[in-house]
């Protein structure tokens, strides 16, 4: 990745439409179902980004043939195999989705990542393969560590505690198909975050043919089975369309997203009601959505337990609003690429806001900003919040625009463009 700092900037009026890239979570979800599928698959319109490329990667030294072309990715699954080692840099969807894919392998399969991604808890992945009957060999409850596969896992029940991340859950439903008895998993603790991308996760499965289904609010069931083939086109990424949704608002503009789905398991959709809460005027007319602003920036109380990962884009606004604003339900947040509540209360404040912890989220009151160095602590979120906030106030200066490559390579050339009016 390019390290690079970059001056955010400012911005009037202005119209433009952005045409967006596939969506990360659903890319990850289905190239590790391609791989496991009986026949081959093509994804038309994905995300190819770092995370992308990591998973993409990681299933091919797993022996899986992927060939990426212009506009889309053809996967042809291949017996697994281990003695290999996976680079999950720090993508949680790699390091929580693949290990459960290496037991299904034959032989050891070593994973680690960043620096930063040995912080991300990884002990309920860890944990759960073991009681599967996989041997996992690791010192700590975290990367690195190694899977031994068989080629083979038994499957059956399974309890679990996935309070820390809704991406435990995934990474087991998705292999399941491929168990011997299928899994019943059953989560035991305080509640699971992000609980729509569980649903994302079942519906791809369903898609392909895959009995999966929800018992309860805390318990899943996937039936052994074969997973289809199929040539499907992935949705714009509706979590990455939140900042030039959020632009508009705050400066008084329209930005049109085309491609956007009448239904979808995406937690970004949820854009629409809270930009609306915050001031924007946000309507949906065939596949075009359009964010106009209306002069107005208003603060909201929200529980965002189901949307963590869009706190950042809406901290963002709300640092520029002119009523309070209070955001709960995040604790999950302190275990993402950073501890996004630290990092979004720390360089809020160091621009002349006013933010504070809360237990599980963050208060910001309204106050006068000033330009600054923004850190983005390798969190492509990070760097995508300052450039809402740099649209207001001169002088936000971005550390590392470079990170936005996770999931966004071309972010910088988009946010330009939207500004044009292009």
């Not at 952005?18 to 659903?26: E, H, Q, T, W």
């Not at 042809?76 to 693949?98: E, K, W, Y």
């Not at 896992?153 to 991340?165: C, F, Q």
Request: with cysteine; proline share 5%.
């Amino acid at each position: 990745m390019s390290s690079a700092k970059w001056l955010a900037p400012t911005a009037g009026n202005f119209s433009a439409e952005v045409r967006l890239p596939g969506s990360k979570s659903l890319t990850n979800r289905e190239l590790v179902l391609s791989a496991l599928a009986a026949s081959p698959s093509v994804l038309v319109n994905p995300l190819i980004s770092r995370d992308s490329e990591l998973m993409i990667q990681a299933l091919k030294n797993l022996g899986v043939e992927i060939e990426v072309q212009k506009d889309s990715i053809k996967i042809v699954p291949s017996p697994l195999t281990g003695n290999t080692r996976i680079d999950c840099g720090l993508a949680g969807t790699v390091m929580r989705f693949i290990p459960p894919v290496a037991a299904l392998a034959k032989g050891a399969v070593e994973f680690d990542g960043d620096l930063q991604a040995r912080l991300r808890p990884m002990g309920t992945t860890i944990d759960s393969l073991r009681k599967l009957g996989v041997k996992v060999e690791s010192r700590e409850q975290s990367l690195p560590f190694t899977v031994h596969g068989t080629g083979m896992v038994n499957g059956g029940e399974l309890v679990i505690d996935a309070s820390k991340s809704s991406q435990f859950v995934s990474g087991l439903l998705l292999s399941a198909p491929r168990f011997q008895n299928g899994l019943t998993l059953t989560h035991v603790g305080q509640s699971v975050p992000s609980l729509p991308h569980i649903d994302m996760t079942l519906k791809c499965l369903r898609d392909r043919n895959v009995l999966a289904a929800a018992r309860t609010e805390t318990s899943w069931r996937v039936e052994p089975g074969e997973i289809a083939g199929i040539e499907l086109a992935i949705e714009p990424d509706l979590s990455n369309a939140g900042p030039f949704l959020a632009a508009a608002l705050v400066t008084a503009s329209q930005v049109r997203v085309g491609g956007w789905p009448d239904a979808t398991t995406q937690v970004g959709d949820e854009f629409r009601k809270l930009l609306t809460l915050m001031g924007a005027e946000v309507s949906l007319s065939g596949s075009t959505l359009t964010a106009c602003g209306t002069g107005k920036i208003l603060g909201i109380e929200a529980d965002m337990s189901m949307a963590g990962e869009l706190v950042p884009t809406i901290a963002a606004v709300a640092a520029l609003a002119a009523t309070p604003t209070e955001i709960t339900g995040i604790a999950h947040l302190r275990g993402h690429e950073t501890d996004r509540i630290k990092a979004l209360v720390t360089e809020i404040n160091r621009i002349g806001g006013d933010a504070r912890e809360l237990e599980d989220g963050i208060a910001i009151s309204p106050a006068k900003l000033s330009g600054g160095l923004w850190h983005t602590y390798g969190d492509h979120r990070m760097a995508t919040a300052g450039a809402i906030i740099g649209l207001k106030v001169p002088g936000i200066e971005i550390e590392d625009i470079g990170v936005t490559s996770k999931t966004m390579p071309e972010f910088p050339s988009l946010w330009l463009n939207m500004l044009a009016g292009k």
